[in-house]
Nanobody
Framework: QVQLVESGGGLVQPGGSLRLSCVVS????????MGWYRQAPGKQRELVAR???????NYVDFVKGRFTISRDNAKNTVFLQMNSLKPEDTAVYSC?????????WGQGTQVTVSS
């Protein structure tokens, strides 16, 4: 069974930083693209960043220069380093992968940016 478990969310002030982690089990982690998504109340879920098994990354425009996605294949973990956080970054952040045409999601971790 593929499982994804996020951690690292919390309450931070605008301009602050958080690092999210997602530990993956049940698959050969290094072979698969990982993504971070977020969803705010009343809003659609949106992609934040992705990283391939080989380390190729892409970001949505509104996080470029602020967020960094990375992975440690030896530890089956993907990270999202979030700097210069803004109130509009407030959302539940979830990690995602697709294995053999099946989507897998973590439970999500709440990120709240507020003064």
């Amino acid at each position: 069974q593929v499982q994804l478990v996020e951690s690292g969310g919390g309450l931070v002030q605008p301009g602050g930083s958080l690092r999210l982690s997602c530990v993956v089990s049940g698959t050969i982690f290094r072979l698969y693209t990982m993504g971070w998504y977020r969803q705010a109340p009343g809003k659609q879920r949106e992609l934040v960043a992705r990283i391939t098994g080989g380390g190729i990354t892409n970001y949505v425009d509104f996080v470029k220069g602020r967020f960094t996605i990375s992975r440690d294949n030896a530890k089956n973990t993907v990270f999202l380093q979030m700097n210069s956080l803004k109130p509009e970054d407030t959302a539940v952040y979830s990690c995602h992968t697709n294995v053999n045409w099946v989507d897998y999601w973590g439970q999500g971790t709440q990120v709240t940016v507020s003064s």
